[in-house]
């Protein structure tokens, strides 16, 4: 029998420190593909390179289109070794009003 892969959507903090919280998605995002062998997506990766955070319908814009894909989802997996963002926190909210699992991970040895 063939194990099912989750569909999983990442979430991580982006604002703040952009070039540690990049990288840390970067690899929040290998962990669950390789270590946890999930099909998984950090938008917060994808869409900042399309469209501009600081303009603010481009921002609401990629916050929804995330969102729709939570639809889709089999779990949420939250990567918080730096925190839990407003942003994050959003996900967080709206996965658990869609009944989607929500999984909390830490991955790096020491955390701030």
């Known amino acids: 029998m063939t194990k099912l892969i989750k569909r999983v959507i990442i979430e991580s ?26 099909a998984a997506i950090a938008f917060h990766l994808l869409y900042p390179q399309v469209l501009d955070d600081s ?13 729709l894909w939570l639809f889709a989802a089999d779990l949420v997996a939250v990567y918080h070794d730096f925190g839990i963002s407003n942003g994050m926190q ?17 991955i790096l040895k020491e955390s701030n």
């Open 13 to 38: 903090p982006f604002t703040g420190d952009l070039i540690r919280n990049i990288e840390y998605a970067k690899i929040a995002l290998t962990d669950s593909i390789i270590n946890h062998e999930e």
């Open 55 to 67: 303009i603010k319908v481009e921002r609401t814009c990629g916050l929804l289109m995330s969102k």
């Open 90 to 106: 959003e996900s967080i909210d709206y996965a658990n009003k869609l009944n989607i699992q929500v999984e909390y991970r830490r």
